[in-house]
C-alpha cells in the first residue's frame, strides 16, 4: 500500500497524559500536514512541513502540541497534557511541492479519546 | 464569517437526479480550489480539483467563479454510492476546509 498511513487508529488517554501520533506520507510527497476533525465540522489546519522544515503554523495550535519531521519522511504530532477537548480525529495528509495545485491525499486518521 | 462556507444540508436526492452543492470564500487571494468527499468516520478524498475554466469528470462537473469567490460542484444522474459529505477545499496559504453538505441518494 503506497498511500498515507497512520499509527495508531484509535488512542484513549486519560486526561493530563501526552500522546503521539506518527503519520508516513506518500513516498515521493515533499510536504506534509496534520489536521485535527470534529464532528460536523470539516478538517481544521494545524500545521504543515516541507522536507523537514514546518512552514507554518496554525494559531489555533496551543503550545501543548508539538509536531516534528526530522528527516523529511515520517513525521510525528506529540500533545502534552491532554484535556478533554483534544479529542478528535487527526489526519494527516502528504502533498508533492513541485507543482500547483498541490493535491492532498488523506491518510486514515487517528482517533483520540481522553477521558 | 468563516472563510469557506457551505450549505450543511442534508440533501436527501432520488437515484438518477442532478444535485448541485455551492460554496464561497472569503479569501480573494486563493489560488487552489477542490472537492473532496468524506464518507461517515472514513478520512477526506480528493474528489477533484478545481480550474478556472470549469471541469468535468464523468457525472461530476465543477465550476469556479473568482469573482464573486464561488464555487460549485454538479452531479448528474446521481448513485447511491454517492452518498457522502461533500467538501469545499480551498488554498491559499493552507488549506481550508468547508464544514461539508452531507448528501443521501435513496433508492
Known amino acids: 500500500d503506497t498511500g498515507v498511513s497512520q499509527d495508531p487508529r484509535h488512542k484513549i488517554t486519560k486526561r493530563g497524559q501526552n500522546v503521539t501520533f506518527r503519520c508516513d506520507p506518500i513516498?515521493?510527497?515533499?510536504?506534509l500536514y496534520w489536521y485535527r476533525q470534529t464532528l460536523g465540522q470539516g478538517p481544521e489546519f494545524l500545521t504543515y512541513?516541507?522536507?523537514?522544515?514546518?512552514?507554518?503554523k496554525s494559531r489555533l495550535l496551543s503550545d501543548r502540541f508539538s509536531a516534528e519531521r526530522p528527516k523529511g519522511s515520517f513525521s510525528t504530532l506529540e500533545i502534552q497534557r491532554t484535556e478533554q477537548g483534544d479529542s478528535a480525529m487527526y489526519l494527516c495528509?502528504?502533498?508533492?511541492?513541485?507543482?500547483?495545485?498541490?493535491?492532498?491525499?488523506f491518510g486514515p486518521g487517528t482517533r483520540l479519546t481522553v477521558t | 464569517r468563516k472563510e469557506v462556507e457551505q450549505d450543511p444540508g442534508p440533501f436527501n436526492v432520488p437515484e438518477g437526479a442532478t444535485v448541485a452543492f455551492n460554496c464561497t470564500y472569503s479569501n480573494s487571494a486563493s489560488q487552489s480550489f477542490f472537492w473532496y468527499r468524506q464518507d461517515c468516520r472514513k478520512e477526506p478524498k480528493l474528489l477533484m480539483s478545481?480550474?478556472?475554466s470549469g471541469n468535468e469528470d464523468g457525472r461530476f462537473t465543477a465550476q469556479l467563479n473568482r469573482a464573486s469567490q464561488y464555487i460549485s460542484l454538479l452531479i448528474r444522474d446521481s448513485k447511491l454510492s454517492d452518498s457522502a459529505t461533500y467538501l469545499c477545499?480551498?488554498?491559499?496559504?493552507?488549506?481550508?476546509f468547508g464544514a461539508g453538505t452531507r448528501l443521501t441518494v435513496k433508492p
Open positions: 513516498s515521493e510527497h515533499n510536504r
Open positions: 495528509a502528504s502533498s508533492t511541492g513541485d507543482r500547483a495545485p498541490y493535491e492532498q491525499y
Open positions: 478545481v480550474y478556472s
Open positions: 477545499v480551498v488554498n491559499s496559504n493552507d488549506m481550508r
Open positions: 512541513f516541507q522536507n523537514e522544515a514546518q512552514l507554518e
